[in-house]
Nanobody, 120 residues
């Protein structure tokens, strides 16, 4: 299973971006998808997560500004980021717990980072 993240870039404060995370490979079901971020010199932190039943949770710092969603048919997750602030600048990583078509237990996978820079 591979996760491919995309959509990062440079945006001005107050702007918007949409990140995408496409999962591919031997996938039976994706239990949950999430986005983490890591700013220089800081620990990686959870930004948002969406479960298979659609339930979501967000970091307090992004509530009301970010929305996580998923398209199960495309095995793709999204992070819609609005009202971006300079403190949102970080590398964003997608994460998923995936049950493989070959069975077993769900395993955790990470995509490569996509950089988001919020600056004027």
């Amino acid at each position: 299973v591979q996760l491919q993240a995309s959509g990062g870039g440079l945006v001005q404060p107050g702007g918007s971006l949409r990140l995408s995370c496409a999962a591919s490979g031997s996938i039976f079901i994706i239990n949950s998808m999430g986005w983490y971020r890591q700013a220089p010199g800081k620990k990686r932190e959870l930004v948002a997560r969406i479960l298979g039943n659609g339930a979501t949770n967000y970091a307090d710092s992004v509530k009301g500004r970010f929305t996580i969603s998923r398209d199960n048919a495309k095995n793709t997750g999204y992070l819609h980021m609005n009202s971006l602030k300079s403190e949102d600048t970080a590398d964003y990583f997608c994460n998923a717990w995936v049950l493989s078509s070959s069975g077993g237990f769900p395993l955790e996978y990470w995509g490569q980072g996509t950089q988001v820079t919020v600056s004027s």
